[in-house]
Structures are given as structure tokens and as C-alpha cells.
């Protein structure tokens, strides 16, 4: 009986110990969004090349979403793009200057699990991309593995040609 009432204190103090508040969940950041780095070539008049990283005045809307992802955002190296995670397909509206391109992503999908508490999230492997080019000239893929974290998945370039001096 003696050994049944200490096992019984030890399961009771590692089930208090092992469990985290729900607070914990929320103070983790378990959001998996696709990152986008911007980078814009100039090129000059005299053929010199100058790139820029932060760019003004992006708007970006999910095609299927009532919310923005990026209205307006001013001073950006980087959009941070979520994926559903019931389909394999989110296309996304990319207006910049004026000029809208859309951006298809083609993905799977793989649910990781993150704890009892925090239960899981969505990884996404990105498989191809489809996108028009009315402001983005290139789009690379730089690593197809949407996780947690801010890893560079996607890298958008726009290259701007200045007027040749007459």
C-alpha cells in the first residue's frame, strides 16, 4: 500500500509539473505564414545597378479572404503570406504602384504536432508557382518548406529601368 501511495504522489507531481498554461501557447509564435522577400534592381542611366530592399505602398489581398494581408504597408522587406491549409492552392492579389499581379502558390499540406497544450499546426511544402508580371519580373524559390519561424521562402523581384539621358 505504502509503494501505491508513492507512485501515485509521483504520477500526480509530474502531471502538474509537465502541464503549461494556455497562456504559453499564445505566447509562442506558432504562426506558419510563406515569407517574401522583396528586392527591387534599378538600373541607372549610366547601366549601374542599384538594388533596393524595403519597398512602399504594397497592398496584398487572399483571393477568397474578406481581410487584408498587407494594406498599404509602407517601409516592407518582407510579406508574410498564410496559406489555407484546407485546399493546396491560395492565390493571392499583389497591387504595387498601381499595378496588380496575382500570385498562385501549389503546395501539400503535413500536420505537425506541437504539444498537448498547443496542439498542431500546418507545414506546407511548396510545389510550383504560377504568377503574372505586370510589376514582378522574377519570383524564386528559395525554400519550399512553409514552417514556423521567418525562414526566406519565396524572393520577389521587380527591376526598374531609368530613362536613358538624351
Known amino acids: 500500500?505504502?509503494?501505491?501511495?508513492?507512485?501515485?504522489?509521483?504520477?500526480?507531481?509530474?502531471?502538474?509539473?509537465?502541464?503549461?498554461?494556455?497562456?504559453?501557447?499564445?505566447?509562442t509564435n506558432l504562426d506558419v505564414r510563406m515569407a517574401c522577400k522583396l528586392r527591387a534592381d534599378s538600373i541607372t542611366a549610366a547601366g549601374q545597378t542599384i538594388y533596393y530592399t524595403?519597398?512602399?505602398?504594397?497592398?496584398v489581398r487572399a483571393v477568397g479572404s474578406d481581410s487584408l494581408v498587407h494594406d498599404n504597408a509602407k517601409n516592407i522587406e518582407r510579406l508574410l503570406l498564410p496559406l489555407r491549409d484546407n485546399t493546396d492552392t491560395t492565390t493571392f492579389l499583389l497591387t504595387y504602384h498601381e499595378q496588380t499581379d496575382t500570385l498562385r502558390a501549389y503546395y501539400g499540406n503535413r500536420r505537425i504536432f506541437v504539444s498537448v497544450e498547443c496542439g498542431c499546426v500546418y507545414y506546407h511544402d511548396i510545389d510550383s508557382l504560377a504568377y503574372t508580371t505586370n510589376w514582378i519580373d522574377t519570383i524564386l524559390v528559395i525554400h519550399n518548406e512553409v514552417r514556423v519561424g521567418s525562414q526566406e521562402n519565396l524572393r520577389l523581384i521587380h527591376h526598374h529601368h531609368a530613362e536613358k539621358d538624351e
Open 54 to 59: 524595403t519597398w512602399d505602398s504594397i497592398t
Open 1 to 27: 500500500m505504502k509503494h501505491v501511495l508513492c507512485y501515485s504522489l509521483l504520477l500526480l507531481g509530474i502531471l502538474i509539473c509537465s502541464c503549461q498554461p494556455d497562456t504559453v501557447c499564445r505566447q
